[in-house]
């Protein structure tokens, strides 16, 4: 083992380029956490997404509408237990900036289908009796004070009030999901207040059932299924594609581009730059040091030794920006957890994501300590000892 | 005594830019144990480079280097090691003490090479540290001492390890008069009080004439005379 207390010493012999540098791989260890953490958050609903729940949509794209008399014919299918209508309404809340999903669905059937849905306050019978109620993620109540009783008027953007006026729910619970498959930053409210509306001139906007979701009746075959409900609809008028929850949440991730790749292209160029900026630093420790390689040298330290003393070098100045950086990502989870906030639902910092920027952490140290690691072992007691630094 | 070195044949040759310079040229000598030698000659007679190799810090090219009955020349790069830890202690001209350790630290790192304890080891260091003088100022770093005391740092960390052999290339080259006569006081010391045997190369005539005996090297790395001083 090398001499520690060296190791320690040279690592703080230049304090400045020390820190400069223990920051910069900070930074960097923190920026591949976040991004990591991003595409965690977003494969999350994939990874949890219930095995016994299909989504049935149109054929040529989510965008195309489906009749609403679709639903009662797939509630016929064999293997089908239940079927809710689910339309995305892409409204805000006063202004553009404040963006959370809202979704019309059928309010008798949501609590069915998706069991993971918990209320927290508030009351199921309060949402399914009143035909403006809605219920909210906690997120997004948290987020802009809404509270059990609270009128939220929401400005359709997909769905204007021909009037120009906006739509008004009332909170009547405030849920928590058990499951990352739905977030806790979505409104719910009845599809009956969107379809009356738009039946009367009330409102405007695209006709008919985004997707259908579908409860499997227990035991039911789910390819079986899938494949009598996309035969139903073989003739039209709008044909259909059945999928898994995971599928439609893999596809909707995948609708803002190959983000694992993207994100990986960064954390790519995140781990080059800290890479050089720490074999940089190195590079000037282990020239600094030469002359004291050969006096170790001469004192009897063998090659391993003298080679280790740079090596740990290199591993302590990672260890301690990579470590920062890991610091700062979880102890900041919670409030970047609330900067994203219903844009980016679900961000967490996994215990897998903060093991990888480890494993990253000292991958840069060997990669950057090696080097010169090798060099002072290869170096000659005399070549050593005759250089001045 | 026998003789604690001896050099039979020893031929280094250098290559630089294409030519080849031969810095020693079939060197044979006997150094006894106990000795204090001064070794002189012109540049380029070969005299550091005389040191590095009895040392064990450089290879020759060819000859024998029995040091203690043992002929360093094949021990292996590990071996060799393991060999100055344990039976040599270096002085350099320029001190060569490491800037960011203490002088207790500095004086503590050879016995890092040992099976002794922390405590032995601090212990060790101090005495040393007091033999030559600088008890009081074990916690300075390099930068905060002059030549003469950086010296005797160094000479406290050649002797810490009680090595038989100390080598010293021009340990007072860098230092004023009364400096430079603390050091050589000081390696008197260690040879006549402590039995080490001492090899030092110096260009100093004054410097010489402390030691015992003088060897005196021809430019082209040939043995000249032999100079009983006192």
């Not at chain 1, 809202?102 to 059937?109: G, H, K, N, T």
């Not at chain 2, 600088?134 to 916690?139: A, E, I, P, Y």
């Not at chain 2, 050649?158 to 603390?182: C, H, I, N």
């Not at chain 2, 402590?194 to 100093?204: A, E, P, R, W």
Request: aromatic residues 8%; contains cysteine.
């Amino acid at each position: 083992m090398p001499p520690f207390q060296l190791v320690w010493r040279n690592l703080t012999k230049r304090k400045a380029r020390f820190l400069l540098t223990a920051g910069s791989l900070a930074i960097a260890i923190f920026l591949l956490c976040l991004l990591r953490s991003l595409v965690v958050a977003l494969e999350a609903g994939v990874k949890a997404a219930a095995a016994d729940r299909l989504i049935v949509q149109s054929k040529v794209s989510l965008f195309v509408y489906l009749p609403q008399a679709y639903g009662t014919k797939i509630a016929a299918v064999e293997g089908v237990e239940r079927v809710m209508r689910w339309n995305w309404f892409g409204g805000y809340y006063q202004d553009q900036g404040n963006f959370f999903a809202q979704f019309a669905c059928d309010q008798d059937e949501l609590q069915a289908i998706y069991p993971e849905i918990q209320l927290v306050d508030g009351s199921w019978d309060d949402f399914q009796r009143d035909r403006k109620a809605c219920i909210v993620g906690e997120a997004t109540a948290s987020k802009y004070g809404f509270k059990v009783g609270d009128s939220v008027p929401i400005i359709g953007a997909l769905f204007p009030k021909t009037d120009g006026t906006t739509w008004d729910f009332r909170v009547a619970g405030i849920y928590k999901s058990t499951k990352k498959n739905v977030d806790d930053a979505t409104l719910f409210f009845h599809y009956k207040y969107l379809e009356n509306a738009l039946d009367s001139g009330e409102g405007s906007g695209p006709v008919g059932v985004g997707i259908f979701v579908v409860k499997m009746s227990p035991g039911a075959d789910r390819t079986e299924v899938m494949s009598r409900i996309d035969a139903m609809f073989e003739q039209g008028p709008q044909v259909v594609q059945t999928t898994t929850e995971a599928e439609f949440q893999a596809q909707f991730v995948s609708m803002i581009g190959n983000v694992p790749l993207f994100v990986s292209s960064i954390g790519g160029g995140v781990m080059v730059a800290i890479l050089l900026a720490a074999l940089n630093t190195m590079l000037m420790a282990a020239r600094e040091q030469t002359r004291d390689i050969g006096v170790l040298k001469a004192l009897g330290f063998g090659d391993g030794v003298v080679a280790g003393v740079l090596l740990w070098q290199s591993l302590a100045l990672c260890a301690f920006g990579g470590g920062a950086g890991i610091l700062l990502a979880a102890s900041t989870e919670d409030s970047v957890a609330r900067m994203l906030g219903t844009v980016f639902p679900g961000y967490e910092v996994t215990a897998g994501t903060l093991w990888s920027a480890a494993g990253a952490t000292l991958l840069v140290g060997l990669v950057a300590g090696v080097g010169p690691a090798l060099r002072a072992r290869g170096l000659s007691v005399i070549d050593a000892l005759r250089r001045t630094g | 005594m026998g003789a604690l070195i001896q050099l039979r044949g020893l031929v280094k040759v250098y290559a630089r830019g294409g030519e080849t310079l031969r810095v020693l040229d079939g060197l044979d000598l006997d150094l006894e144990a106990g000795g204090f030698y001064a070794l002189m000659g012109p540049s380029g007679s070969g005299k550091t480079t005389l040191l590095n190799l009895v040392g064990g810090l450089d290879r020759a090219d060819e000859g024998r280097i029995v040091v203690d009955g043992e002929d360093i020349a094949a021990m292996t790069g590990p071996e060799l090691a393991e060999w100055r830890a344990e039976k040599v202690g270096f002085v350099f001209q320029g001190f060569n003490l490491i800037p960011v350790l203490t002088a207790q630290e500095n004086v503590e790192l050879p016995l890092l090479l040992t099976r002794l304890s922390r405590g032995q080891r601090k212990e060790h260091a101090k005495s040393a540290l007091e033999l030559v003088g600088l008890g009081d100022r074990r916690s300075h770093r390099p930068s905060q001492l002059s030549g003469g005391p950086e010296q005797r740092v160094a000479i406290a960390r050649a002797l810490v390890s009680d090595p038989m052999l100390v080598l010293a290339d021009e340990p007072t080259g860098d230092l004023d008069r009364k400096s430079a006569d603390d050091v050589l006081a000081l390696l008197r010391l260690l040879n006549e009080k402590y039995g080490k045997t001492i090899l030092m190369v110096t260009h100093d005539h004054a410097a010489a004439q402390q030691a015992r005996t003088i060897v005196h090297l021809d430019k082209g790395g040939r043995l000249g005379r032999i100079e009983a001083v006192r």
